[in-house]
T-cell receptor, first 113, second 113 residues
């Protein structure tokens, strides 16, 4: 089994719908992150969490919310999806501190129509 | 704020050719630097890293040296293979955003037989 698991892997939803992307990890890491990847733009940070009670906005948090239900689970929600949120979404985890490797899930491809 | 600039692709090389992908950064303090690779349909995985000036990261024949004087971390490989075809991301981890990775836009590499 993968260390960082994202569900669903693919999703098509309609404009205005609420959708949740889920991430779970078995690495025992405190830190978890959500990124989105767009062609030609690389990966951009949406939210990050140091632990269950510490959640922080990233570069592009508008239109998104998150929930850290447990150390191992970090969910990303789009309250009212819009077409420009069509992207590939990645969850990642790491231990605390600088210079440490981040481990990524396989990604969720979200299409908003 | 922190930022990473890497050469745009796509880069197309013949098998056994020499590879260089340029990466420069802007950051306060002393960030850690990384190269991640994304194979088609997969998440990102760490290729190599360097955590202080003049460190050389290496893995699978790839190398990059942390050059503080030129704020660069160029990726090199002496002889590429078809299996190296992927998207390569340069990233830094600094004190901004709690050491979350800050990515460049990615460089797509295609190696032909």
């Amino acid at each position: 089994d993968a260390d960082v698991t994202q569900t669903p892997r693919n999703r098509i939803t309609k404009t205005g719908k609420r959708i949740m992307l889920e991430c779970s990890q078995t690495k025992g890491h405190d830190r978890m992150y959500w990124y989105r990847q767009d062609p030609g733009l690389g990966l951009r940070l949406i939210y990050y969490s140091f632990d269950v009670k510490d959640i922080n906005k990233g570069e592009i948090s508008d239109g998104y919310s998150v929930s850290r239900q447990a150390q191992a689970k970090f969910s990303l929600s789009l309250e009212s999806a819009i077409p420009n949120q069509t992207a590939l979404y990645f969850c990642a985890t790491s231990v605390a501190g600088g210079g440490t490797e981040a481990f990524f899930g396989q990604g969720t491809r979200l299409t908003v129509v | 704020g922190d930022s990473v600039t890497q050469m745009e692709g796509p880069v197309t090389l013949s098998e056994e050719a020499f590879l260089t992908i340029n990466c420069t950064y802007t950051a306060t303090g002393y960030p850690s630097l990384f190269w991640y690779v994304q194979y088609p349909g997969e998440g990102l995985q760490l290729l190599l890293k360097a955590t202080k000036a003049d460190d050389k990261g290496s893995n699978k024949g790839f190398e990059a040296t942390y050059r503080k004087e030129t704020t660069s971390f160029h990726l090199e490989k002496g002889s590429v293979q078809v299996s190296d075809s992927a998207v390569y991301f340069c990233a830094l981890s600094g004190t901004n955003s709690g050491y979350a990775l800050n990515f460049g836009k990615g460089t797509s590499l295609l190696v032909t037989p």
